[in-house]
């Protein structure tokens, strides 16, 4: 079995055995990788500390079968946040299950990787919420998953720019035309909300600069909730918590 050592970033972990984990990993060399990391829930292991949720960690592995197994793991960087308000874990969570969810296993993103790094950064000073919006739709974008915003889906005709409301189907990928307002699926959404989707697509996580009004964002989740549920077939599991807040 061949090992390795990459830095990453911790995005999932689940129980099993009477001390062991199972982590999902985001690395910087081969995307995401699920490992067990045996004895990591005994207080005295040295994994116990670094593997906690969005530590990135210096990690070393070794492949096997259907799990590689992490032998050893350092932290690199340690978000503040997270740790001290609920809000941000939640939408935190959210973030790291699209992550989890659209990227396949042990494909290098590396990328994908340093977005998820500056994702993970922009939590620790701005508002949770719109960062996992706008990193939400970023994160599609780098999965090959977009809503066309200039040329309908199903006929290619270009979008009228100069509308107040427009109808985007997820199903078709992307705003519709004129001729093509009413597919089953299309959501009404606004001129605002529409340049909320743009304006997202677009954000610098690194400087972040962006206003935005809570009606745009309302809508703008709608359509991203009413995306994810046709791309993964079901509703994030981490919206429950996101709901309890
Ligand atoms: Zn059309």
């Not at 067990?36 to 593997?51: T, V």
């Not at 009228?160 to 089953?184: I, M």
Request: hydrophobic content about 40%; glycine content about 6%.
């Amino acid at each position: 079995m061949n090992n390795y050592e990459t830095e990453a970033i911790v995005i999932g972990s689940a129980n099993f055995g009477d001390a062991d984990k199972i982590v999902t990993l985001f690395t910087a060399n081969q995307g995401k990788v699920r490992a067990s990391a045996f004895g990591a829930r005994r207080p005295k292991s040295p994994l116990a500390a670094p593997l906690q949720m969005f530590h990135i960690v210096e990690a070393d592995l070794s492949e096997g079968y259907s799990l590689d197994t992490l032998k050893r793991a350092s932290i690199k960087k340690r978000y503040k946040k997270f740790g001290e308000d609920l809000e941000t874990f939640a939408y935190g969570m959210f973030a790291a299950e699209i992550l989890c969810e659209i990227f396949g296993e042990k494909q290098a993103e590396p990328e994908v990787y340093e977005l998820a790094i500056k994702i993970f950064d922009c939590f620790e000073k701005r508002n949770p919420r719109i960062t996992a919006v706008a990193a939400a739709w970023q994160l599609l974008f780098k999965a090959g998953f977009s809503l066309s915003t200039d040329a309908c889906p199903i006929c290619e005709n270009k979008i009228n720019a100069n509308k107040t409301e427009y109808a985007v189907s997820v199903k078709e990928g992307g705003f519709l035309c004129d001729y093509h307002t009413d597919v089953t699926d299309g959501i009404k959404i606004s001129a605002g909300a529409k340049k909320l989707i743009e304006d997202f697509l677009r954000l610098d996580f690194e400087n972040p600069s962006i206003s935005v009004r809570g009606s745009y964002l309302i809508e703008v989740e709608k359509v991203l909730l009413s995306f994810l549920q046709n791309i993964l077939g079901y509703n994030p599991k981490s919206l429950k918590f996101i709901r309890e807040l």
